[in-house]
């Protein structure tokens, strides 16, 4: 049966530790405000703070409507179904697009009552009107053609072709391992082992720009697979990263060095937060005046909880 607790079981994430170095104010809002906010009998505001969590972006969205598609895509190839034309592809996307537009604009009703199930683009929350600046529709038009054209042409999408040299690992999985007690989510996009050159591969794709985080995202990978697969050297995974916007990808060959400050960055991240809590064992966290504010207001712009921070600006 399913258990209603008052706070969430505490886990670790890579992104959990960026929103804490980022605004702990969001950090608060993210893994504890927001908690049961899904439930019909929850209080106003963890309803509230819920809804806001779930909103996202246009560039997030596009992300995310194409890793749903290259994980169908790939499902189809590993499952001997024909594999739909670059065309279709573009199509797919763009409907996706197109009808969380719609949800946000003329559907906002539906998204209040069920935000999980329906899109509310920041973009027209924020703005409160029906249109998207003309230079981030341009900018997504842009990334549609190229991200769809450059799977399809890209080194990982080859080796799926190729799969009876490939032994696949379930992809796209909500996969977490456990340190110091501490569940640690990693999602992988793709995994498999290249047969011929006895190597474990791990695909991230990535449809925006690199950042200086993705190595530790990268070594978290790398330590997920190494202890899930005894596998006896880090040397044995090789970490690709298919930059689908431009159309090239990078190898990473990690070092054991990255997996120790991976794992030094887990446990002084995970003190910090254990910092914010009245109850360890409960995960109850302090009261929220001691999760302050961060400062930049180019980051707030950015934020889906300005209406909780900044009520008079927003209403
Ligand atoms: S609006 Fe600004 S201060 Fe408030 S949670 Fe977001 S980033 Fe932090």
Redesign the pocket.
């Known amino acids: 049966m399913f258990e209603v607790k008052p706070y969430p079981e505490f886990s670790w994430s890579l992104s959990r530790h960026k929103t804490m170095l980022t ?1 702990l ?2 950090y608060a ?1 993210d893994y504890y405000l927001s908690h049961n906010g899904w439930l019909s009998h929850a209080d106003s505001l963890a309803k509230q703070t819920y809804r806001l969590k779930k909103i996202t972006n246009l560039e997030m969205h596009f992300g995310s409507v194409v890793h749903d598609l290259i994980y169908q895509i790939i499902q189809n190839v590993l499952s001997d179904h024909d594999i739909p034309s670059e065309e279709a592809v573009v199509d797919e996307i763009r409907h996706h697009l197109n009808r969380g537009f719609i949800e946000s604009t003329r559907k906002e009703h539906l998204w209040q009552h069920r935000p999980k199930h329906y899109t509310m683009l920041h973009e027209i929350y924020y703005s409160q009107t029906s249109t998207l600046p003309e230079s981030k529709i341009k900018k997504i038009q842009e990334r549609l053609s190229s991200a769809v054209k450059n799977f399809y042409a890209s080194q990982s999408f080859a080796d799926v072709l190729n799969k009876e040299h490939m032994k696949f690992i379930d992809s796209e999985s909500f996969r977490f391992m456990k340190t110091d007690g501490v569940k640690i989510f990693v999602v992988m996009d793709l995994v498999y082992k290249d047969l011929q050159k006895d190597k474990w591969v791990i695909v991230d794709w990535k449809t925006g720009k690199s950042s200086d985080e993705d190595r530790n995202q990268l070594a978290l990978y790398a330590l997920y697979l190494k202890q899930k697969y005894d596998i006896p050297s880090i040397d044995d995974i090789v970490i690709r990263n298919e930059y689908l916007l431009e159309g090239n990808h990078i190898e990473y060959q990690l070092k054991e060095q990255d997996l120790i400050n991976v794992q030094h960055l887990f446990q002084s991240s995970m003190e910090q937060m254990k910092a914010y809590l009245e109850d360890q064992k409960q995960n109850r966290p302090l009261p929220i005046e001691h999760f302050p ?2 400062e930049d207001p180019r ?2 712009a950015r ?1 889906n ?2 209406e909780l ?2 009520p008079s600006q927003t209403t």
């Open positions: 605004c104010r969001k809002y504010m961060q980051i707030c934020c909880y300005q921070c900044f």
